[in-house]
Structure formats: structure tokens, C-alpha cells
């Protein structure tokens, strides 16, 4: 990356520093050892309830995420394979027997919808990347295997990847 756009990079970050409350989602530039990802991907290490957006061989966007719960956790490489604004919900099978009680449909936009204001799918499962309607859970061992965003995070994670960006699941 050049200096020109790592200088513009953080100063639009620190900006949204200096407007932000301590409740607020920002992303963070931070110098990241991970060589071994190209830049586009998206890293999330669960243990660490963190999401990395690889910038180059030495910089990602940082985000907090919360993560799958004891049991529900995964691992392995996929990609997005669709990006969705204020997405309606059909809660999977598992939660479906978990929680009966639940719609089969929560539409997009509702207060109730986990689904928060924007979610990119994942490939090969029922998992996705999303935000939230429960902020207070982003940071915890939380979901069914989603990686839950705060609603701000997603909104900028969203507009910087595309439909075929992969994703790396780390424990």
C-alpha cells in the first residue's frame, strides 16, 4: 500500500475517532502479522472475537465481533457469496428447534431481526456475516456460527468488500 493512501486511510479512521462516543462502532487500522492472507481478505480469529480486513502484508481494518458459542463455533476458508441491506430472517433449523417460539420470517428492518441492518452470506453453510440488534452481545461467544458485527461496523465492512471476498475462520 502506498504511504499516500495509508496516511488517508488513517486519517479518515481517526476522524471517525475523534466524532465517536465510547458506544460507537470504529474500526481500526492496526499493524497485523498476517503474511500469509492477500490483501481483501477477511480473517476473523474466533479466540480472539476480532474480524481482520488484510489491507497488505503489514496493516487490516480491525473490527470486534461476537462470535459462535460453545459447540457452535467453526473453522475453515470460504466466501461471501451474497450481500444483503436490512435482510429479512429465517432463523435455520437449529434455532428453529431451539427456540420454537420463533416467526419463521422476521422481516428486514424489524427491531426483533438478529439480522441488524446488513448481512453478507457465506458460502457452503447457513452462516453469514452480519450486524446486530443486540449491540451488547458483539464481543462474546454469542451466535449459532454467524459473525455478529455492531450495525456501524457492518455498514463500513459492507461497502469495502464484494460478493467473492474470502473469509478465513480461524479458533
Same mark, same amino acid.
Given at each position: 500500500?502506498?504511504?499516500? *493512501? ?34 481483501? =481478505? *477477511? ?6 472475537? %476480532?474480524? &481482520? ?8 481494518? %480491525? &473490527? !470486534?465481533? @461476537? ?17 444483503? %441491506?436490512? !435482510?429479512?430472517?429465517? !432463523? !435455520? ?18 427491531? %426483533? ?22 449491540? @451488547? ?6 451466535? &449459532?456460527?454467524? *459473525? ?9 465492512? &459492507? ?6 471476498? =474470502?473469509?478465513?475462520? =480461524?479458533?
Amino acid at each position: 500500500m502506498s504511504m499516500k *493512501i495509508a496516511l488517508a486511510l488513517a486519517a479518515t479512521i481517526g476522524a471517525g475517532v475523534l466524532i465517536s462516543t465510547a458506544a460507537e462502532a470504529r474500526p481500526e487500522m492496526v499493524g497485523a502479522h498476517l503474511e500469509n492472507y492477500s490483501p481483501g =481478505t *477477511i480473517v476473523v480469529k474466533t479466540n480472539e472475537r %476480532r474480524l &481482520y480486513l488484510i489491507l497488505d502484508s503489514g496493516h487490516a481494518v %480491525r &473490527y !470486534p465481533v @461476537g462470535v459462535g458459542k460453545s459447540g457452535k463455533q467453526w473453522a475453515g476458508t470460504t466466501r461471501i457469496d451474497g450481500k444483503y %441491506r436490512n !435482510p429479512a430472517w429465517s !432463523p !435455520p433449523a437449529e434455532v428453529k428447534r431451539d427456540k420454537p417460539q420463533l416467526p419463521d420470517v422476521i422481516p428486514g428492518g424489524s427491531p %426483533r431481526n438478529p439480522m441488524g441492518v446488513a448481512a453478507m452470506t457465506l458460502a457452503g453453510g447457513e452462516y453469514a456475516i452480519h450486524g446486530t440488534n443486540v449491540p @451488547g452481545s458483539v464481543g462474546g461467544f454469542v451466535s &449459532y456460527g454467524c *459473525i455478529r458485527m455492531l450495525n456501524d461496523d457492518i455498514t463500513d465492512l &459492507y461497502s469495502r468488500v464484494s460478493v467473492g471476498t =474470502t473469509v478465513v475462520v =480461524t479458533r
